[in-house]
T-cell receptor
C-alpha cells in the first residue's frame, strides 16, 4: 500500500484565496483525521471521520474551515477565505478501528 | 483524557538503549498509553501502545508500571535515524482522538 497520500505537498496562496487540501487514506481504513501543526501550537486535531461521517469537528478553528469525505477513499479540507495565520503543515491520517494512525507526509501551506 | 509529562529533551548514544520516560499519574482504567514519533518534516509515526501489560514490537518495548501512573519507551539499540520528537499520549478506549503534547526531543549521537 502506498500509505496515506496528501496533495499538494506545498501550497503558496494569497490571503483571501480558497485553498483545498486533499487526502487519500489507506484502503480499508475506517477512520480519517485532519491535523494542523505549527511551531506555536504543535499538533492540533481539527476533525475526524468514521466511515465517511464527521464525528468530531470541535477542533475546526472557525467557519472558514470545512472538511468533507464524499467516499471512503477521499477527503478534502477547504479554507475559504485563507488568512496568513492559517499557514501551517496540515496532516491527514487514517486508521483501522481507531488504532495506530498512519499519517501522510503533510501539506505545507503558506498564505501570504 | 489524562495528561502526560515528558522531559523536553534527551540525548543518547548510538548503539545504546534509549529509555524515554512518561508520567501519566491521572490515567484511568480504560485509557491506553500510545507512543508516536515525528522525524523532522515528516508525519508522526506510530510506535506502540499498551493498556496494562508490557508490550514489544519490532521498533520498541513499552514498560508500564503496575500502578499505570508512568511508562517507559525503550528503543533497544538507538541509531542516528531514531533522532526525532517522541510523543507519549493517553487515549480513552472509546474515544479515537489523539491529543499530542510537546513530546521529548531525542537526539542520538554517534
Amino acid at each position: 500500500d502506498a500509505g496515506v497520500i496528501q496533495s499538494p505537498r506545498h501550497e503558496v496562496t494569497e490571503m483571501g484565496q480558497e485553498v483545498t487540501l486533499r487526502c487519500k487514506p489507506i484502503s480499508g481504513h475506517d477512520y480519517l483525521f485532519w491535523y494542523r501543526q505549527t511551531m506555536m501550537r504543535g499538533l492540533e486535531l481539527l476533525i475526524y471521520f468514521n466511515n465517511n461521517v464527521p464525528i468530531d469537528d470541535s477542533g475546526m478553528p472557525e467557519d472558514r474551515f470545512s472538511a468533507k469525505m464524499p467516499n471512503a477513499s477521499f477527503s478534502t479540507l477547504k479554507i475559504q477565505p485563507s488568512e496568513p495565520r492559517d499557514s501551517a503543515v496540515y496532516f491527514c491520517a487514517s486508521s483501522l478501528l481507531g488504532y495506530g494512525y498512519t499519517f501522510g507526509s503533510g501539506t505545507r501551506l503558506t498564505v501570504v | 483524557d489524562a495528561k502526560t509529562t515528558q522531559p523536553p529533551s534527551m540525548d543518547c548514544a548510538e548503539g545504546r538503549a534509549a529509555n524515554l520516560p512518561c508520567n501519566h499519574s491521572t490515567i484511568s482504567g480504560n485509557e491506553y498509553v500510545y507512543w508516536y514519533r515525528q522525524i523532522h518534516s515528516q508525519g508522526p509515526q506510530y510506535i506502540i501502545h499498551g493498556l496494562k501489560n508490557n508490550e514489544t514490537n519490532e521498533m520498541a518495548s513499552l514498560i508500564i508500571t503496575e500502578d499505570r501512573k508512568s511508562s517507559t519507551l525503550i528503543l533497544p539499540h538507538a541509531t542516528l535515524r531514531d533522532t526525532a520528537v517522541y510523543y507519549c499520549i493517553v487515549r480513552v478506549a472509546d474515544d479515537y482522538k489523539l491529543s499530542f503534547g510537546a513530546g521529548t526531543t531525542v537526539t542520538v549521537r554517534a
